[in-house]
């Protein structure tokens, strides 16, 4: 995402684009390798957030769309509660939980 951010500053407009425009992109991979219910959380996350760019919202409707389409209405649903109750910093936490951990 560029630049850090300083501990206790917000992120920058620029910023919060990206970061939606890469979770999108994450939770096309976890669709794409299984992990339907993790996309389905993300997207999910991504729809509820209304300043993000028409762009990343269109590619969001589309992902969660399709997916809602195909798989069992309870993941579409868990989705949702997921994403209502979700704040960035929770929806961060939550992504660092999910990503792989290198092997020492």
């Known amino acids: 995402m560029g630049r850090a951010l ?5 992120p920058t407009s620029e ?10 992109a994450l939770a096309e991979y976890c669709i ?6 993790t996309g389905a959380d993300i997207l999910a996350f991504v729809l509820r ?8 919202l269109e ?5 969660f769309a399709e997916l809602e389409s195909r798989v069992c ?4 649903l868990d989705a949702r ?5 979700m704040d ?13 951990r290198p092997r020492i």
């Open 81 to 85: 509660e997921f994403a209502a109750d």
């Open 59 to 63: 590619r969001a409707e589309e992902g």
């Open 49 to 56: 957030q209304s300043d993000a760019d028409p762009l990343t």
């Open 32 to 37: 794409e390798i299984g992990h339907t219910q």
């Open 15 to 24: 910023q919060m684009r990206r970061l939606r425009q890469n979770m999108t």
């Open 73 to 76: 209405p309870r993941i579409i």
């Open 88 to 100: 960035l910093p929770g929806m961060i936490h939550y992504l660092l939980d999910i990503a792989p």
């Open 6 to 10: 300083k501990s206790g500053s917000a």
